[in-house]
């Protein structure tokens, strides 16, 4: 059965994020968030993400997170809205008359939330921007709240069309009635190059070269079931100022994130993972006390799994998910 907060909070939502004029399609699915986000200044001016997070039934908040940019549009004088991804956190609020807020702090993704905010309100109008999730939204009762409904439409944002390649031939050019030049076939140095002097390599400076030159250890492997799961990172032992980033299946989710002994908390969608994906931590520095160490804490439904990772300049902590 549809409970009543997905067919609530499922909808188009206009409002503010940061001062930005934002339309946010939200459509809940379990416990967790899919849909789209627009930033805007005019139609013909905007930047537009595709979004995940999960509703925090205790809390009763919805977070989500930009996640893959889709679309950007440029017009006007100003530059385009929603040049950075945000991660978004919002109070659910019906105060009553069918009014339904979104109230909460949002900032940049890889930052802690700290003075933005998000005011949106959900809309029975017709959406600003149109795309495949109108559809999903307006029968969400009569069929489209199917799980598999909603991860195929999830997947149509990113069906871009290939415009082949087309090279003109060279074209001969006469240069008397009667008579073609052809274009002289250009001659090749066959002589060897001279050497190079070695080039002294350079330590990885980038989060994204650490994650792939770095060696990958596997820590601990979790069976992925039911809707989604939730991950809290600590710093273990003495917080000493570690920082750490997280990838998954070779994408990054997340990075500067600073470990204290207050759990940093994210959830993964089951239906996101592969049949077996893996979730990287990535050292971005190593503390005052080498190596890098995380503790990590895994619910999936009433099992909890719990691991000590450790991330240094060789290598990078691996969690495995088996669904």
Request: with cysteine; charged share 25%; hydrophobic share 35%.
């Amino acid at each position: 059965m549809l409970s009543t907060k997905a067919q609530m909070v499922t909808g188009v939502w206009q409002g503010k994020i940061n001062g930005q004029k934002t339309e946010v399609k939200i459509i809940k699915s379990g416990d967790s968030i899919t849909g789209t986000s627009y930033y805007y200044s005019s139609p013909g001016n905007y930047r537009r993400y595709s979004i995940r997070g999960y509703f925090d039934e205790a809390a009763n908040q919805v977070v989500w997170w930009d996640d893959r940019l889709i679309e950007e549009k440029e017009g006007g004088l100003l530059s385009t809205p929603g040049k950075t991804p945000l991660l978004s956190r919002a109070d659910f609020n019906c105060p009553g008359s069918g009014v339904m807020l979104l109230d909460g702090s949002s900032n940049e993704k890889n930052e802690e939330i700290k003075d933005g905010t998000v005011h949106l309100q959900k809309t029975d109008r017709d959406p600003r921007f149109h795309d495949e999730w109108d559809w999903v939204i307006e029968n969400f009762t009569a069929g489209t709240n199917d799980p598999d409904v909603i991860d195929s439409v999830s997947l149509v944002a990113f069906r871009t069309k290939q415009e082949p390649v087309f090279r003109e031939p060279p074209v001969a050019r006469a240069s008397k009635p009667g008579r073609v030049i052809v274009p002289e076939e250009k001659k090749v140095d066959t002589r060897p190059a001279p050497e190079q002097p070695a080039i002294a390599a350079t330590t990885p400076k980038t989060i994204e070269e650490k994650f792939t030159t770095r060696k990958k250890k596997i820590f601990t492997t979790i069976k992925a079931e039911g809707d989604s799961i939730t991950l809290q990172f600590y710093d273990n032992a003495i917080v000493d100022g570690d920082s750490i980033s997280l990838f998954l299946d070779g994408r990054m989710l997340f990075s500067h994130i600073k470990l204290s002994d207050k759990p940093y908390t994210l959830k993964l969608a089951v239906t996101d993972l592969q049949p077996e994906s893996e979730m990287t931590m990535v050292a971005e520095n190593l503390g005052a006390i080498p190596p890098n160490t995380s503790y990590m804490v895994a619910m999936v439904g009433d099992k909890r799994y719990a691991a000590n990772l450790a991330s240094t300049e060789e290598s990078s902590a691996v969690i495995r998910f088996r669904r």
